[in-house]
């Protein structure tokens, strides 16, 4: 079970950082990423890390600004948000994925319930 936290109003500009504990099973070995859903529109990537050698991947639209990160001692990931836009308004997602080339395919193994974020203007 993925369980994300952090979310919450911010004022463009802004800071947030969101977690996302996993729970019940050990996530080792999964990469684990972010996805966002804006409404109305589809769901999309955001970041993404791979489990050993920790190799980060980023949409181009929040390289610079966003930082993923993961502690697998603690079973958790993270994803600090810097520079919030309105657009970026969205429910943030958290999804691992046994192979960072399903993930990166939007090929979930797992998925949460999301935390949302909302970027006043």
């Known amino acids: 079970q993925l369980v994300e936290s952090g979310g919450g109003l911010v004022q463009a500009g802004d800071s947030l950082t969101l977690s996302c504990a996993a729970s019940g099973r050990t996530y080792n070995n999964y990469a684990m990423g972010w996805f966002r859903q804006a409404p109305g529109k589809e769901r999309e990537f955001v970041a993404a890390?791979?489990?050993?050698?920790?190799?980060?991947y980023y949409a181009d639209s929040v390289k610079g600004r966003f930082t993923i990160s993961r502690d697998n001692a603690k079973n958790t990931v993270y994803l600090q948000m810097n520079s919030l836009s309105p657009e970026e308004t969205a429910v943030y997602y958290c999804a691992a994925g046994i192979l960072i080339e399903r993930l990166l395919n939007y090929e979930y193994d797992y998925w949460g319930p999301g935390t949302r974020v909302t970027v006043s203007s």
């Open positions: 890390i791979t489990w050993s050698d920790m190799r980060t």
